[in-house]
């Protein structure tokens, strides 16, 4: 049997987002979804959110809270739902019922151990229809199963994969219905599709197995209605070619919001996964990708989910700010529980007069409170790795530390002026600037990166700078 996606399907789709509860919302579920929404929104079509909560003991409402607010978070809105498959069970109990009085589906009794003993010799894997023609009642304790036709074959259309072949004689006659009643994945899929007229179904690739299932089972309960056009989105692997996992990889979009990534770059470096647009180009809005995204132009092979690279696009969308936005979006990460100084010491003006400055080299928006930690955490402490080694292991800091004091008593403390002052100091010690400033830095800032030296020094003000250039020195000096 070949079932065909009917051409003439309306313009406008109606696509559903059907996550599981049962973890954190996982990037791969992200770039399913916006892939999604992306379709639904060129076409002027519906996107249904819909909770496959079947499984009682996995699902837990507070992972469908993380679902929808990671959701939120990327701005991709829904049209209709949540829906809750738990909530509609009476759908699928009635799908079964008429299941089997067609006599599409039958009761099953096999026990597990049962199946496996009669079928471990046979060359087929699968169930082998012990019950098909027993003629069981179906009841409670007895499982439903699908008979699927020995002979023909099945074809999935995938608008990804091109056309799927499943011979049916390898498709076992599979579970729709548990024994203790409760509907299979399988069966609920297709009976909320048929109901919520969905007309593309956009999924992950490992769903592609399971469809020609789905296929028989909307061909028995669709009346006729037209199937949707698959489209199964290939794998997110990480740099080893693996695919991506919880236990190895960071996979879960709050973590990536904890950091500090900002959603528009996150949803542009997922809509890339995977996909890109005709002309190849790489940063693009929201609005040039609805233009633009076809599913025609999605890839077979896995996608390389990339940190380093969304790394890099966080730090241009953090650019692409203007001053006043990323100050805005700074300030929780300024203000939360777990920023590095006491609280109170944060001044919004201080962060203010550095603010480009930080927006520029800040690739998340977590990484800011360490760029600006020196002027507000007291007592002031150098990290001892980079004092170490810009400082105690280098033989001419000392007397950079103390002609840099010499010079700052009297100097006017502005970005110029300090530069100027420094590289005179650097001068005389014989030093390029670069090389002279890294004691200074570890002194006064605590670190051997971070934002430029003058600007810093001048925000840190003259009491403080040369505070810590003496405390640095004598300790130095009673080394
Ligand atoms: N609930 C499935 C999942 O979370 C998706 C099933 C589907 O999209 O058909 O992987």
Redesign the pocket.
């Known amino acids: 049997m070949s079932a065909i996606s009917d051409p003439s399907a309306p313009l406008a789709p109606r696509v559903?987002?059907?996550?599981?509860p049962t973890g954190y919302f996982h990037v791969g579920?992200a770039r399913?979804a916006l892939f999604n929404w992306l379709l639904a929104r060129r076409l002027g079509g519906r996107f249904v959110l819909r909770i496959?909560d079947t499984d009682r003991e996995r699902s837990d409402p507070a992972w469908t809270e993380g679902i929808l607010s990671a959701l939120t978070w990327l701005g991709i809105t829904w049209d209709e739902g949540p829906f809750f498959q738990s909530e509609r069970r009476h759908l699928y109990d009635a799908a079964a019922k008429r299941l089997f009085a067609e006599g599409r589906a039958y009761a099953c009794d096999c026990s597990p151990e049962a199946v496996r003993a009669r079928t471990e010799q046979r060359a087929t894997p699968g169930y082998d229809g012990f019950c098909r023609d027993r003629g069981l009642a179906f009841e409670r304790g007895r499982a439903l199963r699908y008979r699927v036709p020995d002979e023909g074959m099945t074809v999935v259309h995938d608008l990804v994969r091109g056309d799927v072949e499943f011979q049916n004689a390898t498709i076992e006659d599979f579970v729709i219905v548990k024994s203790n009643g409760d509907p299979l994945?399988v069966l609920a899929?297709v009976v909320d599709?048929l109901d919520m007229a969905i007309t593309h179904?956009i999924?992950?690739e490992?769903?592609l197995p399971t469809t020609p299932k789905a296929v028989l089972l909307w061909d028995a309960l669709a009346d006729g209605r037209p199937l949707p056009a698959f489209a199964h989105v290939p794998v997110l692997v990480n740099e080893r070619r693996q695919k991506l996992s919880k236990r190895r990889d960071r996979v879960a979009v709050e973590d990536y919001r904890a950091l500090g990534y900002l959603p528009e770059a996150m949803v542009n470096y997922l809509a890339l996964l995977g996909w890109s647009p005709a002309d190849g180009r790489e940063v693009l809005s929201r609005e040039e990708m609805i233009e633009e995204f076809r599913l025609e132009d999605v890839l077979r092979s896995p996608a390389f989910f990339d940190e380093r690279r969304l790394l890099h696009f966080n730090g241009l969308y953090l650019r692409g700010l203007s001053q006043a936005e990323f100050i805005e979006h700074a300030r929780p990460f300024l203000q939360g529980e777990h920023v590095p100084w006491a609280p109170g010491r944060f001044d919004a003006s201080v962060f203010a007069a550095l603010a480009p400055l930080v927006q520029e080299r800040a690739g998340t928006l977590g990484e800011v409170p360490g760029l600006v930690a020196f002027l507000f955490v007291e007592p002031f402490e150098p990290d001892a790795d980079a004092f170490a080694k810009a400082i105690s292991s280098d033989v001419g800091a000392g007397p950079i530390l103390q002609a840099t004091i010499a010079a700052l008593e009297s100097v006017e403390f502005s970005p110029a002026a300090l530069r100027q002052a420094i590289e005179e100091v650097a001068e005389r010690a014989g030093r390029k600037l670069g090389k002279a400033q890294a004691p200074i830095r570890v002194a006064t800032m605590g670190r051997a990166t971070g934002l430029p030296l003058f600007e810093s020094l001048e925000a840190l003000g003259r009491e403080r700078t040369l505070e810590r250039l003496k405390v640095a020195l004598g300790r130095l000096g009673s080394l």
């Open positions: 559903r987002f059907a996550p599981s579920g399913t496959e994945f899929v599709d179904v999924r992950a490992e769903h």
